[in-house]
């Protein structure tokens, strides 16, 4: 049985609008098109038709080309019956049919007795391969939403986070101004790929959009143009905006590595106090650049800790000297 909270795509996803270069055309299974797709992984049954039937992995999609064709045109007629027999009775959500071959009558006739989704498209099978493992792989991954507002600063994703009303979008429509791109605002949806990074971006309508008191709903893209928007961005460091509280110790070194989690993936973090007189926006760009400088092996505050204590050592040694 599926598990529910599983990631997981349905048959009648793959007709909407992102796959639509493929032109699908459902050929049998209508009543079962919210079958679920769980796994990236798309499949070509051909070891299934020659009898090895445990290739067959649930949930994924199952790819029939013109080499599985011909193949099963050399069958005698009991043989490949039976195999169709065997392999509709696997857990597969859907059978699709590539390079506008025509179906197999004995097989199109099961598919459509037991209401297994088959999907025909005249593309290449190298093409629907592609094109559905990016899409499967965009679908399935874990997914989460943030409030917050993510941007690109310096080539860097920065992700704003902190309680409403504490400044993320005022401090955010500077940065666009001073030539930063703004990627999501107020909701950032977050996905985590198998290579760890975690990438945000905005779903639509809120895409390119940003929400400011006083003002309402902008345009950020009509407003600044196309270079201030960007549709999608891998967050590389977190920083949270919180008011200013004068009994709070703040960091003052930067000695200290903190993390915030994502998804499980665990993030740089800066906590970045909010006071009148503070210019929060080129603080961000002082923390994007100095970010930067970590990941090229430059640690400032490791730096200077490391030459002060070089000259605290000189100084104990000059005071052990003699007649010191």
Request: hydrophobic share 40%; no cysteine.
């Amino acid at each position: 049985m599926s598990d529910p909270a599983q990631p997981h795509v349905a048959v009648r996803d793959l007709l909407g609008e992102e796959l639509s270069d493929l032109r699908f055309r459902v050929l049998a299974g209508e009543a079962k098109l919210d079958n679920r797709i769980e796994n990236p992984r798309v499949q070509k049954p051909g070891l299934a038709f020659a009898g090895y039937y445990p290739y067959i992995k649930a949930g994924r999609v199952q790819i029939i080309g013109e080499s599985e064709t011909e193949y099963l045109k050399t069958l005698p007629d009991d043989k490949r019956r039976e195999r169709f027999e065997r392999i509709t009775r696997l857990p597969v959500p859907v059978f699709i049919l590539t390079k506008g071959l025509d179906p197999l009558p004995d097989l199109l006739e099961l598919l459509r007795e037991r209401e297994i989704p088959l999907l025909a498209s005249p593309a290449l099978s190298s093409a629907i391969i592609k094109r559905i493992s990016w899409f499967l792989e965009d679908h399935l991954v874990p997914t989460s939403h943030v409030h917050g507002v993510l941007l690109d600063v310096y080539g860097l994703g920065v992700l704003l986070i902190g309680r409403s009303g504490v400044g993320k979008s005022e401090s955010a429509l500077d940065l666009v101004t001073r030539g930063h791109s703004l990627v999501a605002d107020d909701r950032v949806t977050v996905k985590r790929y198998p290579s760890g990074d975690i990438v945000g971006y905005s779903e639509t309508p809120l895409r390119h959009h940003m929400e400011l008191r006083g003002l309402g709903i902008v345009n950020i893209k009509d407003l600044f143009g196309l270079a201030a928007v960007r549709e999608r961005k891998t967050v590389d460091l977190v920083i949270e905006l919180e008011p200013w509280d004068p009994h709070q110790a703040y960091e003052r070194l930067g000695l200290e590595e903190t993390v915030h989690h994502i998804l499980g993936t665990p993030l740089p973090y800066i906590k970045m106090p909010v006071a009148s007189g503070r210019n929060l926006s080129i603080l961000v760009e002082i923390a994007a650049r100095n970010h930067v400088l970590k990941m090229q092996g430059h640690f400032s505050a490791h730096e200077f800790a490391r030459q002060l204590e070089e000259q605290l050592e000189r100084k104990r040694g000059r005071k052990g000297e003699p007649g010191s």
